[in-house]
């Protein structure tokens, strides 16, 4: 059973940065970052695989954001630069037993979500 837990959201003015951390308990072949701001899908936005390190990222967050993980593999950490207000969103943490969590159909598992505010 893979459990997960977020911290480190809050408000931000833009141009700053944030760190979200998220607690993995079991093992799952992927974890990722998932986000859904107001009357917005939910969006994937990075994911690492845990057997091989890969890591990848949607299009809006790529050179901004950056996913990584501890070595002991039980924390999930994004990075994120340079927000923008249209990065305000509630994150998520997800998992799945896939070999990328940027898909949601895919994700088995989901953390409670911690919001981010991004102030212009």
């Known amino acids: 059973q893979v459990q997960l837990t977020e911290s480190g959201g809050g408000s931000v003015q833009a141009g700053g940065s944030l760190r979200l951390s998220c607690v993995v308990s079991g093992s799952p072949l992927c974890v990722g970052w998932f986000r859904q701001g107001p009357g917005k899908e939910r969006e994937g936005i990075a994911s690492i695989n845990n057997s091989r390190g890969t890591k990848t990222y949607a299009a809006s967050v790529k050179g901004r954001f950056t996913i990584s993980r501890d070595n002991a593999k039980t924390t999930l950490y994004l990075q994120m630069n340079s927000l923008k207000p249209e990065d305000t969103a509630m994150y998520f943490c997800?998992?799945?037993?896939?070999?990328?969590?940027?898909?949601?159909?895919?994700?088995?598992?989901w953390g409670q979500g911690t919001q981010v505010t991004v102030a212009s």
């Open positions: 997800a998992a799945a037993d896939k070999w990328s969590c940027l898909i949601q159909r895919d994700i088995g598992y």
